[in-house]
């Protein structure tokens, strides 16, 4: 299941930094790094126990070991994860800060919100990919079927009853609906929810027929017999899920995942990045931690700042017509 990408440590890469003549009270702050010793944060723009909250929590826990500081996980909720990235993007250089962000936040807004307060490529750096993750289709007691072709049939004959649950609107789960409803031929809506767990009891007690969402949140449901999982979204079969079989072997030519990714804001000292990418390498090799994120459904990554840039342009580039085509807005 996992997809590893292994680095060695000295062939991480710097990233750029931002310098010209109009920035020369930023290059002031930029020349200074952070102590060695300072603790340094996280921050999440999703609640206490979601899924990223996990992720964060499980890498805080062993960068401290690595960098030999206090590591802190801080909640910045609000307006789909943007609020974390304005608040990052306008905090002080001390004390040290990362942002930990998905699609949502560094894709999908940015093509689609207008007074959006950040621009990804130009005030923050990536540090490190640090998790993907895979979407499913599943579907509640309240809907007739065990295979993804019978979904599809049920929703051209219900076309009123074809709404598909998502965990939050803008998410990439919310365009993976949206999609999952052009193939069957249907203007399927996208019902946002706030987050997977009300979601999820919606679907269970038969209040929303259809749901799209990460594979962390609806495996143990499926594991428990409380929801059917119809396929899901990765490019091959899951080991841990042999029976469940991908969109594509349903007869469905859709693939995607997701991720989880952290990143600096550009203020910080290259030096700096450098350390905390270093330190992100170390621990996402670390067998306890590996342990972990595959107990939470999720494939760790171990990657470099050069790697990681150049694998979120590419998802740009294959996400950015799907976005637009769909015509969403906030």
């Known amino acids: 299941m996992a997809r590893r990408r292994e680095f060695l440590l000295n062939t991480l890469a710097r990233p750029a930094l931002l310098g010209t003549a109009a920035s020369l009270g930023a290059g002031a702050a930029l020349a200074q790094t952070a102590p060695q010793d300072a603790p340094l944060r996280i921050v999440v723009g999703y609640a206490a126990g979601g899924s990223s909250d996990r992720v964060a929590r499980i890498l ?10 206090p590591v802190i996980v801080e909640n910045k909720v609000g307006a789909g994860g943007r609020v974390s990235a304005q608040y990052v993007k306008n905090a002080p250089a001390n004390p040290p800060l990362l942002l930990l962000a998905n699609p949502a936040v560094m894709v999908v807004s940015p093509l689609v919100v207008s007074d959006l307060g950040y621009q990804p490529e130009q ?17 509640g007691s309240a809907v007739p079927v065990r295979e993804l072709q019978h979904l599809l049939a049920w929703m051209r004959a219900n076309p009123r009853s074809a709404n598909i649950g998502v965990p939050a609107t803008g998410s990439l789960p919310h365009f993976f609906a949206l999609m999952l409803g052009q193939k069957a031929g249907v203007a399927a809506e996208a019902v946002g929810y706030r987050g997977s767990a009300p979601l999820l009891t919606d679907l269970i007690g038969g209040q929303i027929p259809v749901a ?20 899901v979204s990765s490019e091959q079969r899951l ?12 007869g469905v030519d859709l693939a995607a995942s997701g991720w989880n990714t952290l990143f600096a804001p550009r203020s910080m000292p ?17 067998k306890e931690v ?7 459904h999720l494939d760790p ?23 637009r085509n769909s015509g969403y807005r906030p």
């Open 60 to 69: 805080a826990d062993r960068l401290q070991h690595e960098l030999g500081t």
């Open 123 to 139: 005030d923050f750096v990536p540090v490190s990919e640090v998790n993907n993750y895979v979407f499913g289709v599943a579907v």
């Open 212 to 231: 799209v969402d990460t594979l962390d949140a609806l495996q143990p449901q499926f594991e428990a017999g409380k929801l059917r999982l119809l396929a």
């Open 239 to 250: 080991p841990d899920l042999p029976q469940v079989p991908t969109l594509r072997r349903s």
């Open 270 to 286: 290259a030096a700096q990045v450098d350390r905390y990418a270093a330190a992100v390498h170390k621990a996402m090799q670390d």
């Open 290 to 296: 590996v342990k972990q994120f595959k107990a939470n």
């Open 301 to 323: 990554v171990v990657s470099t700042p050069a790697q990681t840039r150049e694998s979120i342009a590419a998802y740009r580039k294959q996400w950015e017509p799907v976005i």
